[in-house]
């Protein structure tokens, strides 16, 4: 697992196709946080929204690293466990994702004038993972996995994303991002959070369920 992962970082390193949706991370994040005061629940609601978003696509531009023949040897070289290559490309993102939510605190820290406190952290990672998990997994279910053509993945990836931001009240991105807005106490939100957490992994792992078995099928 440790060298299928080794060899996705080296992979999107080469082909630079990261760069976008850490650009769209980046601008997201300096234009929501900059110069911000105040509570910083809202503030790590704008870093998750930013990472939910990166994290789809970061996901999506992983998943098609590898053509159709090129993916099939990997799987083979792998054991012929295309599960576990699909696995490290989670993985990859998950990674990924966990370096992005490291500068997601910390930014608005650095650019804003904020009260920390412990609980302020804890609250902005659980929100960060949340957006992040939700994040790869669609970008997992809109893959060339499933979607043999990009236009489908797109528009598919596209609407999910919507959804899962504007849907009032629709767990876990939409209500986590409302609470988090409009609740200034991170020790309040810490508990619902979590719920968001638990529901978010879930997700992640269903859509990867769905995922491997369109594969599996198709293959």
């Not at 060298?3 to 082909?15: E, G, N, P, Q, S």
């Not at 605190?105 to 990672?125: A, E, Q, S």
């Not at 043999?148 to 899962?164: E, F, I, K, P, W």
């Not at 629709?170 to 529901?199: E, Y």
């Given at each position: ?5 080794r060899?996705t ?15 769209l991370?980046?601008g ?5 946080t ?19 978003v ?5 996901t999506?531009?992983l998943?098609s ?9 990997v799987?083979v070289?792998?054991g012929?466990r295309s ?5 490290a490309?989670?993985?990859t ?5 966990l370096a ?12 804003g ?5 412990m ?6 990672i ?5 957006c992040?998990?939700v994040?790869i997994?669609?970008?997992v279910?809109?893959?060339r996995l ?12 596209v ?9 009032k ?6 209500r ?8 200034p106490?991170?020790?309040?939100l810490l508990?619902p ?14 859509f990867?369920?769905v995922?491997?078995?369109v594969a599996?099928?198709?293959?």
């Amino acid at each position: 697992m440790i060298a299928l992962i080794r060899y996705t970082f080296a992979t999107v390193l080469h082909t630079q196709r990261y760069v976008a949706p850490l650009l769209l991370f980046m601008g997201l994040l300096g234009v929501l946080t900059v110069n911000g005061s105040g509570p910083l629940p809202p503030a790590y609601a704008s870093s998750g929204g930013a990472l939910f978003v990166c994290s789809t696509w970061l996901t999506v531009a992983l998943m098609s690293l590898d053509e159709p023949t090129q993916r099939a040897i990997v799987v083979v070289a792998s054991g012929g466990r295309s599960l576990k290559v699909l696995l490290a490309a989670i993985g990859t993102a998950v990674l990924s994702c966990l370096a992005l939510m490291v500068f997601g605190l910390l930014f608005p820290l650095w650019m804003g004038r904020y009260t920390v406190t412990m609980d302020d952290l804890l609250l902005g990672i659980e929100a960060q993972l949340t957006c992040a998990f939700v994040g790869i997994a669609i970008g997992v279910l809109c893959s060339r996995l499933v979607f043999r053509r990009q236009g489908y993945a797109v528009v598919s990836a596209v609407a999910l994303v919507m959804a899962a931001l504007f849907a009032k009240g629709m767990p876990p991105v939409n209500r986590l991002l409302t609470l988090m807005s409009t609740t200034p106490h991170a020790t309040k939100l810490l508990a619902p959070t979590g719920g968001m957490l638990a529901i978010a992994a879930a997700i992640l792992v269903a859509f990867t369920a769905v995922t491997q078995f369109v594969a599996v099928r198709r293959e």
